[in-house]
C-alpha cells in the first residue's frame, strides 16, 4: 500500500510544535544561565508565531479545513 504523504497543515503543525519545543528550551537554558537561552528562546517563539499564521491563512484559504471526515 502506498504511503500518503503529509499535507501542508501537517507539516505546519510539525514545524510549530518544534517552534514551541524550542522556545521552551530557550526559556529553560535561560533559567539555567546559558548565555544563547533568549536567542533561542526568541526563534522558537518566532517560529511558532509564525507557523501559526500560516496555519490561520491555511483555515482561511481553504474555508474551514480540508477534506470533511464525515458525512
Given at each position: 500500500m502506498?504511503?500518503?504523504s503529509w499535507?501542508?497543515?501537517e507539516r505546519l503543525?510539525?514545524?510549530g510544535g518544534f517552534g514551541a519545543l524550542l522556545?521552551?528550551?530557550g526559556a529553560v537554558a535561560?533559567?539555567?544561565?546559558?548565555a544563547s537561552g533568549p536567542q533561542v528562546a526568541?526563534?522558537?517563539?518566532?517560529l511558532g508565531c509564525?507557523?501559526?499564521?500560516?496555519l490561520w491563512l491555511w483555515h482561511?484559504?481553504?474555508?474551514?479545513?480540508g477534506k470533511p471526515t464525515r458525512r
Open positions: 502506498a504511503k500518503q499535507g501542508h497543515r503543525l510539525a514545524l522556545a521552551v528550551g535561560t533559567v539555567a544561565g546559558a526568541l526563534t522558537g517563539a518566532v509564525w507557523e501559526a499564521c500560516g482561511a484559504r481553504t474555508g474551514g479545513g
